[in-house]
């Protein structure tokens, strides 16, 4: 640190912003295929949503920027993404309720997509045809928009909220592309995750869920203290959730861990209606148990996928119930005939 002679500062002159920063010119820890790995081109996203505008200023480092801690520049900015990069003309949430960072949400999209496209000769099967359930859709609906704009799949999303339900059959209703590709269920027994959702001969070739973490309103409440404070730099003492959440979107009994245990165990139940069953699984301390279920529920596979935004580390684990035969089965009849031959394919996985 250089000497500070007397009558000298180290403080910055009011106004004066920090040094400018060096940034990559892209994400490299994100997806390849992600089309988020640039920095926030934010003259390319008031183009298209005007109203951003005026959410968007420079930050310390004299970069364009919003304010993360703010709820509505937040929202306005996910909006932007969703018009400019999955044309979404279309969107809005409630107050109150999850607005997800979009890059991240991608991510799943396109690592589970990778998974699906190493079990197809490394071909990533693409269309209407290819259904994935999303266990707790939100009212924000962002993993079907991204996987229909992106894949061209099907979806059917679950909810225990019927409000969130409510706020994304209005997306897909206000979004003619997602109407024929995603509907939405109300899964009316809380404790359950597949049970009432997953019809008899129905078949999915994959579920992505991303968990309630918290194991406590509480400590749902001091994880957003701390991030706020991270953000404005400063102790923050009252909870403004800048990206939202209910309470059921945040925090569940036992917390993240108990609640994939939880869905792994349920989901031997339903071994042959699914391909892949996936979790995102934020805390590697998690990873343990996660394992030991899966052991326990006799997952012939396993696989753990890394994935990485900003200073974020954080992973997919997949699973499946279906042996070498069953998989091979389902690849010609679900993947690769057309049409899908379901009838024959419930045959093989018998």
Not at 39 to 44: G, Q
Not at 261 to 266: D, I, L, N, T, W
Not at 286 to 310: C, F, N
Request: with cysteine; glycine share 6%.
């Amino acid at each position: 640190m250089p000497k500070i002679n007397k009558g000298q500062t180290n403080k910055q002159p009011k106004g004066r912003t920090k040094e400018k920063k060096e940034h990559p010119s892209e994400k490299a820890q994100l997806h390849p295929r992600n089309q988020h790995r640039a920095r926030y081109n934010f003259a390319l996203l008031i183009a298209s949503s005007p109203e951003l505008a005026p959410f968007v200023k420079p930050n310390v480092h004299g970069d364009e920027s919003i304010d993360f801690a703010d709820p509505a520049a937040v929202k306005m900015l996910n909006k932007g993404l969703l018009k400019q990069y999955y044309d979404i003309e279309n969107w809005d949430i409630p107050e109150g309720y999850l607005c997800p960072p979009i890059p991240g949400r991608a991510d799943y999209i396109h690592h589970i997509a990778e998974l699906l496209g190493a079990y197809n000769s490394g071909k990533i099967p693409r269309g209407q045809h290819i259904r994935c359930l999303d266990i707790g859709v939100g009212a924000n609906c962002v993993y079907p928009i991204i996987g229909v704009k992106e894949y061209g799949w099907s979806f059917v999303g679950t909810e225990i909220d019927a409000l969130a339900l409510a706020s994304a059959n209005r997306i897909i209703a206000a979004n003619p592309f997602l109407q024929e590709k995603v509907i939405c269920r109300l899964q009316t027994k809380s404790t359950d995750l597949f049970k009432g959702i997953i019809q008899e001969e129905e078949y999915f070739d994959l579920s992505i869920c991303n968990p309630p973490f918290h194991a406590s309103a509480e400590a749902a409440e001091a994880s957003t203290l701390r991030k706020l404070s991270n953000l404005q730099q400063k102790k923050v003492t009252e909870v403004t959730k800048n990206f939202g959440g209910q309470n059921m979107e945040l925090w569940c009994e036992g917390g993240e861990e108990a609640f994939v245990r939880e869905m792994v165990r349920q989901s031997r139940l339903f071994a042959t209606s699914c391909f892949w069953f996936s979790s995102l699984i934020s805390k590697q301390a998690h990873l343990k148990k996660t394992y030991e279920a899966l052991s326990k529920a006799d997952a012939t596979e396993i696989k753990t996928i890394p994935m990485g935004q900003g200073n974020k580390t954080s992973r997919i684990v997949a699973w499946s119930f279906l042996d070498k035969e069953q998989q091979a089965a389902w690849r010609e009849l679900r993947w690769k005939s057309k049409p899908v031959k379901e009838h024959a394919l419930k045959a093989n996985l018998l």
